[in-house]
C-alpha cells in the first residue's frame, strides 16, 4: 500500500491515479455510491518521516466504507505554499494536512480565505496572544473573512492577559485546558462549526510524547486530542484537519500518537455522511419564548446523531444565509429554557448574525 504515496513538488500536485480506497477490504468489494467524501492526506516534512508516517497509518485497520483516499502525499517543507491548491471548496472532500512545522497551519489558513466566503478556525493550542503564536497570526489577518476563532485548551501561564482582554469580542473564544478536560464535549459545538481544526502537538503532556525540545508537566492525554479529532471528523462544516508541530525530536511514540489521531479523524468522517445544513424535519422542535432575547428561539435536537442546533433568528442576515443553523449542545439550552439565558457561546454567535450585513431575499433554512 506504501506505493500509493507521492511525492509532490512544485509541478505535481494532482491525484494519484492509483489512489486505492481506506476500506480495509479489497476496492473492488466496494461499492463507489457508499463513498460520500474524497480524503487527501499531505504529509508535510522530510521524506523519511513521512513514509514511516503513512506506512504506520496504513498498516491500521481500515474499516471505513463511506470515504474513499484521493491520495497520499509526501511534500517537502520548503514547498509548503503549495499546500494551497490542494484546498478548496468541494464540500464532498476533506485534507488531512501533518506537519513537522506550524506554517502548513498558516498555509490552510491563507486558502481559506482565498474562497472569498465567511469561515470558523479552532486551534488546540497551549498559548494565547504569544509572538507568532497562530491565534494572533490570523486575528490579525482575519479580515473580511474570519467569522469566529476558537482556542481549546490553552494554559494561564501561556496567555498574554492583556491580547485577551483585547480579543474577548464575538469574533474569539477562548476555552482553558482545566475546564476542557473536566467537560471535553463542551467543545464539539465549535468544532462542529469549524472549517478548519488545528492541533499543535505541543499541548501535549511530555509524559504523553517524550521530546528533548517539548516539555511541558501539564496538558491533554492522546484520548483527549483522539476525542477532538473525532468531532472534526463527524463535522458537516470540516474541511481541513492539520497536526502541525510534529518535531522530529519526538520519540517514535509520536509516529503512533499521530496515526492514532488520524485515525480518529477518518473515524469520525465515515460517520458523519451529513452536508450542512442538515435537515430538520426529523429533528425534535423547542421554542423558547420570552424576555431572554428579543427574538424567539429554536432549537432543535438531533437524536440520530445527539447534536443540538439553534437556527438563527436573523434569516435576512448575510451569515445567516450562510449558517441557518448554529451549532450548540444540551446545556446552551438548558441555560435559556432554565436561567432565562444565554451560555458566552451563543451570545457570540448571535451577535455575529445580527452585525453581518443584511441580505435581499432570504432563503429561510
Not at 510524547?209 to 511541558?216: C, D, F, G, P, Q
Not at 508541530?245 to 519526538?250: A, G, H, L, P
Request: glycine share 4%.
Amino acid at each position: 500500500m506504501i506505493s500509493n504515496i507521492k511525492s509532490l513538488d512544485q509541478k505535481a500536485l494532482e491525484i494519484a491515479s492509483d489512489a486505492k480506497f481506506l476500506t480495509g477490504i479489497p476496492s473492488d468489494k466496494t461499492s463507489s455510491e457508499n463513498v460520500n467524501n474524497i480524503v487527501e492526506i499531505i504529509f508535510c516534512g522530510d521524506e523519511n518521516w513521512s513514509f514511516k508516517l503513512a506506512s504506520h497509518l496504513l498498516s491500521m485497520e481500515l474499516p471505513f466504507k463511506k470515504i474513499q483516499l484521493g491520495g497520499l502525499y509526501q511534500l517537502d517543507e520548503k514547498h509548503g505554499s503549495e499546500i494551497i491548491p490542494l484546498i478548496n471548496n468541494n464540500s464532498q472532500k476533506t485534507t488531512l494536512i501533518i506537519s513537522q512545522k506550524q506554517k502548513a497551519i498558516k498555509n490552510a489558513f491563507d486558502a481559506f480565505q482565498f474562497l472569498d466566503k465567511p469561515f470558523n478556525v479552532s486551534l488546540c493550542q497551549k498559548e494565547i496572544g504569544h509572538g507568532e503564536s497562530m491565534d494572533q497570526v490570523m486575528l490579525d489577518l482575519r479580515a473580511p473573512w474570519l467569522q469566529h476563532l476558537s482556542v481549546i485548551g490553552s494554559q494561564a501561564q501561556y496567555t498574554n492577559a492583556d491580547f485577551l482582554a483585547t480579543n474577548q469580542q464575538s469574533f474569539f473564544s477562548s476555552y482553558r485546558l482545566g475546564e476542557v478536560r473536566k467537560n471535553i464535549g463542551m467543545c464539539e459545538p465549535e468544532i462542529r462549526m469549524s472549517d478548519l481544526l488545528g492541533i499543535d502537538l505541543g499541548v501535549l503532556k511530555s509524559s504523553e510524547v517524550e521530546s528533548t525540545t517539548h516539555v511541558s508537566s501539564v496538558g491533554f492525554t492522546v484520548e483527549e486530542l483522539c476525542q477532538l479529532a473525532h468531532y472534526a471528523g463527524r463535522s458537516e462544516q470540516n474541511k481541513v484537519f492539520t497536526i502541525f508541530n510534529c518535531s522530529q525530536t519526538m520519540a517514535e511514540i509520536a509516529i503512533d500518537v499521530i496515526g492514532t489521531l488520524s485515525w480518529y479523524f477518518l473515524y469520525g468522517l465515515d460517520m458523519s455522511g451529513l452536508q450542512y445544513p442538515p435537515k430538520v424535519n426529523n429533528m425534535i422542535t423547542y421554542v423558547v419564548e420570552g424576555s431572554i432575547y428579543s427574538e424567539t428561539l429554536v432549537f432543535y435536537k438531533d437524536d440520530l446523531h445527539q447534536k443540538w442546533w439553534l437556527k438563527s433568528p436573523y434569516p435576512k442576515k448575510k451569515l445567516a444565509q450562510e449558517n441557518p443553523l448554529i451549532a450548540c449542545d444540551y446545556q446552551d439550552y438548558s441555560t435559556a429554557v432554565n436561567e432565562q439565558m444565554l451560555t458566552d457561546r451563543l451570545e457570540k454567535a448571535l451577535e455575529r448574525h445580527e452585525n453581518s450585513e443584511d441580505v435581499l431575499d432570504p432563503q429561510v433554512a
